[in-house]
């Protein structure tokens, strides 16, 4: 199975770790014909205003296009934003999420957190939460499942193969977030 990270910037090479200790093949994804070929894609955190500027042309028709098919596309923080909407014009987003998205929900980089926090979906025990700068979803709709709420805030939620998380797995040693993720690109 092959499995595409968004690569523009942002948190690549720890995704690319993550799916490699699974024993996943992953390929950079930078063009639209990067995107042939893979079973799912992650949009990885970084900063939603550039991530955003470069979706707004072929390859980010191209990812939509590849959503509507039925890909798997899990997005951690800034790939939450993407996936979804913004009250705001900036950045770009996707829109394929039925979710608007706050960012920067918990404040400025000095508010970036870490905590345990109980999710069900990824098993009993807690899963460590690393929170940079980070969104939430603020609105969700009927289609949404919702994973996980960190003092009443959306985190986490699941549409169909749209999979969004305010926090990054890929920072920790917990491989159960893309574990998850995985079965749905199977
Ligand atoms: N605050 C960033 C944004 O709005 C997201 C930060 C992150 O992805 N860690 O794009």
Known sequence: ??????????SVSEHESMLYRLGVRSVLVKTPEDLN???GLIIPGG????????LSGTLGNAIKKLAMKGTPIYGTCTGMIVLGNVASREPHTLGLMDVTVK???????????EEDL?????????FHCVYIRAPV???????VDILARSGGNIV????????????????TNDTRMHEYFLKMCK
């Open 156 to 171: 986490f939620a699941k549409q169909g193969n749209l999979l969004a998380s305010s926090f990054h797995p890929e920072l």
């Open 118 to 126: 109980a999710i069900p979906a990824l098993g009993k025990k807690p």
């Open 137 to 143: 979803i603020s609105r969700a709709g009927a289609n």
């Open 103 to 113: 960012r920067n929900a918990f404040g400025r980089q000095v508010d970036s957190f």
């Open 37 to 39: 070929g893979i079973r």
């Open 47 to 54: 900063e939603s205003t550039t991530v955003g500027k470069f």
């Open 1 to 10: 199975m092959l499995v595409g990270i968004l690569a523009i910037h942002g």
